[in-house]
Antibody, heavy 119, light 106 residues
Framework: EVQLVESGGGLVQPGGSLRLSCAASGFTFSIYDMHWVRQAPGKGLEWVSH????????HYADSMKGRLTISRDDAKQSLYLQMNSLRDEDTAVYYCARGDGRGYLLDSWGQGTLVTVSS | DIQMTQSPSSLSASVGDRVTITCRASQSISSYLNWYQQKPGKAPKLLIYAASTLQSGVPSRFSGSGSETDYTLTISSLEPEDFATYYCQQSNSIPLTFGGGTKVEI
């Protein structure tokens, strides 16, 4: 069974940093594209970032570009998102998701981790 | 970026009703259109991919259709567990984009 478990969320002050983690199990992590998607309270889904197998390609949403670094450790079957210079509007639940098909079909999701940016 | 416009944003329905949700892309996405269901406090769940292919384990009362820019999700006979929010998403190109969601309420 595919499992994705996020961690690392919490309360952070504006301008602060946070590193999210996503532990994967139940599938061969190294051959899959992986994504981060976020959802602000009461709002819709917003794609945040993508990383391809072997980390050869990385993409970021314009809204967070320059403040994010996505990475993966295939040996640990883990995905990461380093977020810097956080703003109030970054407050959201952050989900990791597996990318299937051409890599952009989000077929499995974690339960999410809440990031709250507030002073 | 490809904009996804979903309608309606909410609807009220009863158990047994037929429900249709539409999604329009700002340019052709060649059937790279997926539908997700999200219940309160839970992660989204993939229902349909490639416009019309049912994900494994999803009941057959769900169906999808469409091509180019216009797509539809249909629930043939609403069950109590189907009350949720539904999102379309284009997987044609980065940045991946979602519709604004349709909340199906009793």
């Amino acid at each position: 069974e595919v499992q994705l478990v996020e961690s690392g969320g919490g309360l952070v002050q504006p301008g602060g940093s946070l590193r999210l983690s996503c532990a994967a199990s139940g599938f061969t992590f190294s051959i899959y594209d992986m994504h981060w998607v976020r959802q602000a309270p009461g709002k819709g889904l917003e794609w945040v970032s993508h990383i391809s197998p072997s980390s050869s390609t990385r993409h970021y949403a314009d809204s967070m570009k320059g403040r994010l670094t996505i990475s993966r450790d295939d040996a640990k079957q883990s995905l990461y998102l380093q977020m810097n210079s956080l703003r109030d509007e970054d407050t959201a639940v952050y989900y990791c998701a597996r990318g299937d098909g051409r890599g952009y079909l989000l077929d499995s999701w974690g339960q999410g981790t809440l990031v709250t940016v507030s002073s | 970026d490809i904009q996804m416009t979903q309608s309606p944003s909410s609807l009220s329905a009863s158990v047994g009703d037929r429900v249709t949700i539409t999604c329009r892309a700002s340019q052709s996405i060649s059937s790279y259109l997926n539908w997700y269901q999200q219940k309160p406090g839970k992660a989204p769940k993939l229902l349909i991919y490639a416009a019309s292919t049912l994900q494994s384990g999803v009941p057959s009362r769900f169906s999808g259709s469409g091509s180019e820019t216009d797509y539809t999700l249909t629930i043939s006979s609403l069950e109590p567990e189907d009350f949720a929010t539904y999102y379309c998403q284009q997987s044609n190109s980065i940045p991946l984009t979602f519709g604004g969601g349709t909340k199906v309420e009793i």
